[in-house]
Nanobody
Framework: EEQLVESGGGLVQSGGSLRLSCVASGFTFSAYAMSWVRQAPGKGLEWVAAINDVGNAIYHADSVRGRFTISQDNAKNTVYLQMNSLKPEDTAMYYC????????????????WGQGTQVTVSS
């Protein structure tokens, strides 16, 4: 069974940092592009960052560029999102997603989705 399991969310003060992790299982992680997507209360899905299968193409949304960094460890089947200088507007449920095509992820589409991890930033 294909699975994505996120962890690392929590409550943090504005200006703080968190690192999210997403562990994949049940499919060939190294053949898939990965992304992070978030959904704030009462809002739609917002694509945050994506990385291709070999890790040499990385993209971040304008709203997080310079503060968030996506990375991956193929040996651990894990993708990370390092979040620094957090703001209250970063409060959201953060989802990990996987697809064979990076372009699909950037469009907010994915073959596999995780259940999400909550990030709350207090002012």
């Amino acid at each position: 069974e294909e699975q994505l399991v996120e962890s690392g969310g929590g409550l943090v003060q504005s200006g703080g940092s968190l690192r999210l992790s997403c562990v994949a299982s049940g499919f060939t992680f190294s053949a898939y592009a990965m992304s992070w997507v978030r959904q704030a209360p009462g809002k739609g899905l917002e694509w945050v960052a994506a990385i291709n299968d070999v890790g040499n193409a990385i993209y971040h949304a304008d709203s997080v560029r310079g503060r968030f960094t996506i990375s991956q460890d193929n040996a651990k089947n894990t993708v990370y999102l390092q979040m620094n200088s957090l703001k209250p507007e970063d409060t959201a449920m953060y989802y990990c997603a996987a697809d064979a095509g990076l372009s699909q992820l950037v469009l907010g589409r994915a073959r596999y989705w995780g259940q999400g991890t909550q990030v709350t930033v207090s002012s």
